[in-house]
C-alpha cells in the first residue's frame, strides 16, 4: 500500500512538472516579447529639406502598420502579448515647421496575434462588428522641424482616442525622421498611446489560468508620403 502511495505521489509530481513547462513553453513561444515597440530608423538613409519644404498633406503607404501591446500572466508567467494588423490609415498636416493636424484610423478586426482564440476574443470584448475601427486625432500642435535637418524628433503629442465609440483625451509619443527612399523623401513615424481599458469601458479579462493587465498600449509605424 505504501508503495502504491509513493508511485502516485511521483506520477503527480511528473504531472505537475509537465504542467508549469509546458506553461514555460507556450510563454517562451509568445512572440510579443520579441517585437520591438514602435521607432523609426528603416534601412532608408535620413534625408533633409528645407522646412518649407515639409508644407503640406502627408499621407500613409504601405509598409504602415499597427496593433497593441499588454501584458498577461499565464499560470504564474509573464508575457508580453502584441497584436498587429497592415489595416491602418494615416494622415498629417504640416504647416511653418509644426504638425498641426494628424489622424490615425486603425482596422481593430484584423488585428491578429500568435493565437487565433486570444484574436476572437480580442474582437468580442471590444465588439468589433459594432465598433470595427479605433481612431486618434491630433488637438495640438507640435514642432517638428528639426526633421528638415535630418534629426529624429520625439515629441509628446495631445489628441484624442476612440475606442469603443468612448473618446478620451491622450498623450501620444511621437518619433518622426525623414527616409530617403529610393530618391523620394517620405515621412516616418512611430506612435506609443498608453491606454487604460476600463477609460473605454474595456473589461481585462480574467480567465483565472490568464490575467490580462488592466493597462497596454497602442502602437503605430507609418510610412507617410508628401
Known sequence: ?????????????????????????????????????????????AATADVADLDGEWTGADGSEAGYRVDEVLSGQDVTVVGRTPQVTGTGTVADGELTAAGIEVDLASITTDESARDGQFQGILDTRTFPTATFELTGPVDIAAVADGETVSVDAPGTMTIKGVAQEVTAGLEIRLADDGGDVV?????????TFADYGVEAPDLGFVTVEDTGFVEAELTLTH
Do not use: C, H, N, W
Open 187 to 195: 515621412a516616418e513615424l512611430a506612435a506609443t498611446v498608453p491606454v
Open 1 to 45: 500500500m505504501g508503495r502504491k502511495i509513493v508511485v502516485v505521489v511521483g506520477v503527480l509530481v511528473v504531472l505537475a512538472g509537465l504542467g508549469f513547462l509546458s506553461t514555460r513553453i507556450y510563454a517562451s513561444m509568445q512572440t510579443g516579447g520579441d517585437v520591438p515597440a514602435p521607432a523609426v530608423g528603416s534601412s532608408a538613409p
